[in-house]
């Protein structure tokens, strides 16, 4: 199994994404296949800027064995 580590993309604004994807009020965007992004975009910077985070980043892994039937990539 090895390590990948890439750079995710999040619009750290929530107001600039709303306006964005045109949302005017809290039924569109409860309505929105976004929404769940919108909140994590949140989330997400709510910890950054409570830690100092200055170059975010997550890991993921790249493994074959995840998706062989029977396995679940766990050790």
Do not use: N
């Not at 976004?34 to 949140?42: D, I, N, Q, R, Y």
């Not at 830690?51 to 064995?65: K, L």
């Amino acid at each position: 199994m090895r390590q990948v580590r890439a750079p995710k993309v999040y619009v750290r604004d929530p107001g600039l994404l709303h306006r964005l994807l045109q949302l005017t009020d809290r039924e569109d965007l409860l309505g929105h296949p976004k929404a769940g992004a919108s909140w994590e975009g949140f989330i997400i910077e709510q910890f950054l800027a409570a830690a100092d985070v200055a170059d975010p980043h997550f890991w993921a892994t790249h493994s074959v064995a995840c998706q062989e039937e029977g396995t679940t990539g766990l050790p």
